[in-house]
């Protein structure tokens, strides 16, 4: 069987794509940034204990399945979120659900997923992809990341729902059970929009949100004195892929974020959060700069070109900008 | 080998990796004016410079790791761990060692008293057959 899945809309971010595919499924049309705005998942956060690739974590993201959870709660859409101990029952519970004609979306991790280049299956374990139908023993996922429809045997996906290591999904599924005919955007795109002020500027620990890009920044000074010259490249190459590069949009979703408050602007018709999205984009502008200039470092790992002392300003500067913006966007009565 | 009775992809080979540069991500992007709009981008500025950075340092963990195996300082298990990209954590959860034994077996000393049964079963986990594991130059010689 295979559902009448349109999966040509393609998206920088692999969480955010399910959600609008999922939803176009059932006749409701919203585009990338309204989504990730929605699920609110604009966020920082560095966590040095954390290592991936002998490097310090770097999220600018909230937790995988969180944007989908927080996404349909602020839309009114009732959803099944399940996690599982057992494999087999897993893969009965998907079949089970598959069979009542409901898309399935499933998270994953990347390092023994076939259809993915070879370059790209690192131990990550966050990523989302939705399962659209099954032909014997294969099945059918629209992943909107990867253009096209892509196939994966039984066996591959089982093993996949159960890749091991940090985030480890444990056979992890979600799927939508009751979808409204018709949603008004506007209160969904307040709720949003007060979720992420909350997460980036009330949170009480020094590793998350505009703190976190401070302490980052403080960090990040001390890596070649603490660490030596080889160590401080590669820790700062890491983050500068993880900003740019492992599904985020460009700049770690600060683009993305930019273009959810213009179209926030229009949908809500307060030409104040226009400005605030320009402001949102300068401070994509700098992270960019940030990635422009600590690649340089990268160039010869012994000899940095610049100063790490000039790249953690640029993030200091960044904190402002963004302390700035979201000050401003609780400030206003929406 | 074994991969008759599992189905299984083939684990990543970061020594003879050929990474592609011309894999296209969606990219936001705004303009002087303040509009945003997203296009299919290959390349985000220093793409080139950071990944070839990435790769020459997980490639420079290998021929080190290498090195060792040769001196007799480590046991092919590190080589191959590195390989295929994996760190101790990850190699306990996959092939159900504590953490505490696979480091363990990473002592030569200790690799060579290991059982055949729990060979095999990192000898699985990287997809290679038991001559191999046992020596890391095992295929360049037979060829």
Known sequence: MKLDFDNSQMSAHCESGVIVNMLKYYNITINEPMAFGIGSGFFFAHLPMMKVNYSPVTSFRILPGLLFSRACKNMGISYENKTFRDPQKSMDELDRVLETGTPVGLQVGVFQLPYIPQEYRMHYNMHSMIVIGKENNEYLIADSVIPGECRISHEDLMRVRYAKGTFAPKGKMFYPTKVPNEIDFKQPVINGIKKVCHDMLDIPMPIIGVKGIRYFSRRLRKWPTKNGNKIASQYLGQTILSLEEIGTGGVGYRYMYGAFLSQAADLLGREELKEISIEMGNAGNRWRDFSYIGAKNCKNRSEPEHTYDDIADILMDIADKEEKVFRKLKKIKL | ?143
């Open chain 2, 1 to 143: 080998m074994t991969e008759e009775s599992k189905p299984n992809i083939k684990i990543i080979d970061a020594e003879k990796i050929e990474v592609d540069l011309n894999f296209e991500i969606t990219h936001y992007q705004m303009d002087d004016k303040g509009n945003f709009s997203h296009a299919m981008l290959k390349n985000w500025g220093s793409k080139e410079i950071v990944n070839n950075q990435s790769w020459e340092i997980v490639k420079e963990r290998i021929a080190e790791a290498k090195e060792k195996v040769r001196t007799g300082e480590i046991s092919p298990i590190a080589y191959y761990m590195e390989k295929c990209l994996t760190d101790i954590g990850m190699l306990s959860k996959y092939t159900g060692f504590a953490k505490w034994r696979v480091k363990r077996h990473l002592n030569p000393q200790h690799f060579k008293s290991l059982k055949e049964e729990n060979l095999q079963k990192y000898a699985d986990f990287f997809q290679i057959s038991m001559p191999e594991l046992k020596n890391i130059d095992h295929n360049s010689q037979g060829a």
